[in-house]
Nanobody
Framework: QEQMVESGGGLVQAGGSLRLSCTAS????????IGWYRQAPGKQRELVAS???????QYVDSVEGRFTISRDHARNTVHLQMRSLKPEDTGLYYC?????????WGQGTQVTVSS
């Protein structure tokens, strides 16, 4: 059974950093792109970063240069290092396959950036 478990969120001041982690099970981890999605209050969920099995990365413009996505094939884990955080980065962060989501959505991890 596919499962995605996110962790690492928290409350941070603007300019701070956080590192999110996602552990996947029940999916062909080595063969799919994995993405981090963000759902800001009152907005639709959006894909903000993704990484291919060959570790090619893509970012939405708003996080380019501040966020870094990486993956550990041995641990079926994907990380999102977030730096220079802004209040507009606030939201629930989820991981899933990308750009088409195959796994059920997990609980997500809340990131709150105060100004």
């Amino acid at each position: 059974q596919e499962q995605m478990v996110e962790s690492g969120g928290g409350l941070v001041q603007a300019g701070g950093s956080l590192r999110l982690s996602c552990t996947a099970s029940g999916i062909w981890f080595a063969g799919v792109d994995i993405g981090w999605y963000r759902q800001a209050p009152g907005k639709q969920r959006e894909l903000v970063a993704s990484i291919s099995p060959e570790e090619t990365t893509q970012y939405v413009d708003s996080v380019e240069g501040r966020f870094t996505i990486s993956r550990d094939h041995a641990r079926n884990t994907v990380h999102l290092q977030m730096r220079s955080l802004k209040p507009e980065d606030t939201g629930l962060y989820y991981c899933n396959t990308a750009p088409i989501t195959y796994a059920p959505w997990g609980q997500g991890t809340q990131v709150t950036v105060s100004s």
